[in-house]
Structures are given as C-alpha cells and as structure tokens.
C-alpha cells in the first residue's frame, strides 16, 4: 500500500512538472508576440522590390552607416564596399505617405585582394525602415535597430506586429543555424570574380 502511494504521489509530481514545463514553453512561444498595431499592407511584388532597393541602397551606401568598418581602416587602397541583402518581414502604413519596412539585413563588407575576396565588418539584425514618399521617390527618414540583451525579444516584439515578430527573431540566426550567406555572390560580381572565388576573413 505504501509503494501505490509513493508511486500516485512520483506520478502527480511528474504531471505538475509536465503541466509547468508546457507553460513555461508557451510563456517563451508568447514572448515573441510582437506589438506594433499599424495597418499590416499587401503590396505587389514591384512595389515591394521598390521599397527593398530604396532600403537596400540606403544600408550600403549611408555615410552614418559605412566607412568605420575594419577593412576600410585596415586596407582602405582595395576599396571596399558593403553589401547587403534583405529578409522581408512586413510593412506597415506610419502615415498617409510613409511607411514602415520591416526586414531582417545581412550587410558584409568585401574587398578584391587578387583572386580572392576579403571579408571584414558584417552583421545580421532586424531593422525597422521609416520611408517616406518624396517628389515621385521613396526616401529613408529612419532606421530603427534592435537593442542588446534576451536575444533581442523586447526590441523584436516592440518594432513588430504580432506576426512578424516571431518570424524576424527566427530570420535573426535563433534556432535557425544554416543562414544563407546573401551577399557574397553579390560582392564577387561586383569585384569581377568568378562566383567560385574564395572569401578570406584576414
């Protein structure tokens, strides 16, 4: 009688314990709920493109965002570039002519040495891109990035909706291990390469 009670009570505990788990994982599942309430847009396919090339062009080309980059102090004679590709997470209506894009951006600097591609200062984050529509063109007025600390969450959740929230934090590299590189093919290209070149990180 008294190994049935043992046993009832080991059973109970591994049900609360199960119970607590469960709810402890959709607290985390939760957390990634993003909270951003502007109107969610769906946008054709060349309205889309335009708005990543506008934002595409501003990250590789915006003095406040390249320039203090490693292989621009260490190796300024090869003239490196920056390049980058985006992840489209969502866009969303700010005002009656501005909008905000929500991506995940791989940038990498590169630079030609020989028959090779050097790789220096790069990173991959989300970004929440205020563009603004300026004499028949898309402009970029702001780049919001994410903070430090808890992979990102808080920042996450605060500059996405609901739905795109979780899908940026997966775009970011969390649980997600095999991230295509993006740029690399772009940078051989664009340095007269072949596509088979090797990238070298000095």
């Not at 049935?4 to 609360?16: E, K, M, R, S, Y």
């Not at 996450?156 to 739905?163: D, K, Q, V, Y």
Request: hydrophobic share 40%; aromatic share 6%.
């Amino acid at each position: 009688m008294k190994r049935l009670v043992v046993t009832a009570a080991a059973i109970c505990l591994l049900i609360v314990l199960g119970a607590a788990g469960l709810w402890a994982l959709e607290s985390r599942e939760s957390d990634r709920t993003g909270l951003a309430r502007e109107e969610i847009l769906t946008l054709d396919a060349s309205t889309r493109a335009t708005f990543l090339q506008v934002v595409d062009d501003h990250l590789q080309t915006a003095p406040e965002r390249v320039g203090d980059t490693f292989l621009t102090d260490e190796k300024p004679e090869l003239g490196p570039r920056t390049f980058c590709h985006e992840d489209l997470i969502e866009i969303r209506r700010k005002s009656a002519n501005a909008y905000l894009v929500g991506v995940v951006a791989t940038c990498e600097e590169f630079a030609r040495s020989g028959d090779t591609l050097l790789s220096g200062t790069g990173f991959r984050s989300p970004l929440l891109v205020t563009l603004e529509a300026a004499k028949g063109r898309f402009e970029v007025r702001h780049v919001e990035e994410t903070g430090d600390g808890s992979m990102n969450l808080p920042s996450i959740r605060a500059m996405f909706s609901p739905e795109g929230a979780p899908r940026a934090h997966e775009l970011s590299g969390y649980g997600s291990p095999d991230l295509p590189e993006g740029t690399g093919d772009e940078a051989r290209l664009a340095f007269g390469l072949p596509l088979t070149a090797k990238i070298v990180h000095p």
